[in-house]
């Protein structure tokens, strides 16, 4: 069996044709290469790939899959566009972002373009209707976790009237675990259902281990995002350490649970509270988690959820392609970058 | 029978409760007043009047339509809440704008919700599949027709890379009449189309018939909106005259047959032209186009897309409602704001 990361990269060559078709369906050719560049510049394909591995692990074929993995992959990479606009990032995987490269409205656009292309691949799906449905639902979970992951902002934004006016000043762990559901958990609880519906699946019970063993590894997956992005290698990972507290995110966990034991009156929530913070404070400010036991708590939680996914498979039959899955969890747990 | 502004009005008010239901399902409580506020500042319901009176005239029954009446609504909704955005507009129907009421990625957050929206009320259609792939083709075209009318913008958007390196430098007739087709023609066709699928109409002729209606009055409502833009009356617009003028937009039918008759040299090209535009600098190239014969061969465009949409109804079966379309074709002739 191949190892994940290359099992990922070879589901992900499969499904961009797909996509690109997608994309081009419907696409004046002056708009074609702005339209396939979000695609052309990378990303780990995890979602798709979870799709298609779905559908093995339930005695479908490949094949079946791919309108509804390029779906699910176009669905990520439109909530990148719109993400990286809201954040006013710059750079995605070493490039421009689309706003930066092709400016606000042409971005936007792009991203339009984006969503209409899922609905011509959900079109295609074996059960159109239920496809659909179930990716309105999921967009709508997403766009309100992003909304959460903004509102939990402690600074900036102060040009955003709803934002300033609806920040949530304290957040708890609760708080913070519904957010990352929304934000991450539902599109790639979602990836994996898709994989079973392509097939034709229809027994509940596989349906719902598909839904956990998903959901749990996105909520395992958000929280690696978290944890690399406070204590990640810069080599591995090409982004400064920190970034989330120099964007005043209280929506990390890390930061959640260092706060916790650190209160309020720490460097930490100064920092994060400030409006303009240097990379120094930053580091600062990272120094000062490294003293709690946040980072061992993350880990442990992250576990929990790992576990959680690993024991739902339990209802599949067993298989090289459920395997596959478990291995995805552990590597998902233990990624760096 | 009723006059069409109360027409419109009536259907209207049907529809609001159903779009309603689409929009908060799946909405967090906290998100509700930001995701209504959009149709709550009104609209003239144009388009869901179109797919209820269609649907009556090929004999089907109003609540048939009122699904995809609520979509081609939303749709609409949708596609203002951003070019609002991408064109800095900071009031509409009287109202603040929403990225300017709640800031920009709230607005954001609102309009993808508006598209899972749609999605849900698609499919509650008499035939998903087919609703949503002919959303999916509108909301594809109306896109490119947007990037268009913006790349026919003659300065601003210094900021936007893609804008700056593709803006048309001349644009034709043709080319004017291929963008408002995009823009405007599409929708009100697809939601002229709704009307007839709802009511599980199959016989392409019929189909034919509201498609060729709708995208010639969506022509026509959208020369009578450009003249409106140069000559209409700032009492009842409640806009300043030459708004399009200020943007710098070759887009507007009455600019592009007046330039055809003054050339490049004009005082108007040199006003599209100008990075800053005062609104006195307008009032003086609005003064320039009414010694051409712009207006007059604007209204004549207009007055050959009226009376294609109205011969195209002779194929429709002869009742009150297709007396009602007749009429909302003359209305949309005739209005003045």
Not at 111 to 123: F, T
Not at 169 to 182: F, V
Not at 196 to 217: D, F, K, M, P, T
Request: overall charge negative.
């Amino acid at each position: 069996m191949s190892d994940p990361v290359s099992l990922l990269a070879e589901y992900g060559k499969k499904i961009d044709p797909i996509m690109e078709k997608y994309l081009l369906k419907n696409a004046n050719p002056e708009f074609q290469e702005a339209v396939l560049y979000p695609i052309k510049i990378g990303g780990k394909r995890v979602r798709p790939a979870l799709t298609i591995i779905s559908a093995l692990a339930v005695g479908g074929k490949a094949e079946e899959a791919y309108p509804a993995a390029a779906a699910v992959e176009l669905a990520h990479n439109y909530s990148l566009i719109l993400d990286d606009i809201i954040d006013h990032s710059e750079v995605r995987r070493g490039y421009p972002t689309v706003w930066k490269k092709y400016g606000l409205s042409t971005a936007i656009l792009v991203a339009v373009h984006y969503r209409e292309s899922i609905a011509d691949a959900l079109s295609d799906t074996r059960d159109p209707k239920t496809f659909h449905d179930i990716m309105a639902r999921t967009i709508k979970l997403l766009t309100d976790g992003e909304r959460l992951d903004i509102l939990f902002e402690q600074s900036g934004r102060e040009d955003e009237p709803y934002i300033v006016a609806n920040r949530y000043r304290k957040i708890s762990l609760e708080d913070y675990l519904n957010m990352i559901e929304k934000k991450t958990g539902v599109l790639i609880e979602t990836s994996c259902v898709f994989g079973g519906l392509s097939v034709g699946i229809v027994e509940e019970e596989i349906i719902q281990a598909l839904r956990e063993y998903g959901r749990n590894i996105g909520i395992a997956f958000q929280i690696s995002d978290d944890i690399i992005d406070i204590f990640g290698d810069a080599r591995k990972t090409g982004k400064k350490v920190g970034g989330d507290i120099k964007e005043h995110k209280l929506g990390n966990v890390v930061v959640q649970l260092a706060l916790e034991e650190l209160g309020e009156d720490s460097l930490l929530y100064k920092t994060i509270s400030k409006p303009e913070v240097s990379w120094e404070e930053v580091a600062a400010a990272v120094d000062e988690i490294k003293k709690t036991n946040a980072f061992r708590r993350a880990e442990k939680l992250r576990s929990e959820y790992t576990l959680h996914a690993i024991s739902a498979l339990q209802k599949l039959p067993a298989s090289n392609y459920r395997e596959m899955l478990r291995e995805l969890a552990v590597f998902i747990e233990k990624r760096e970058f």
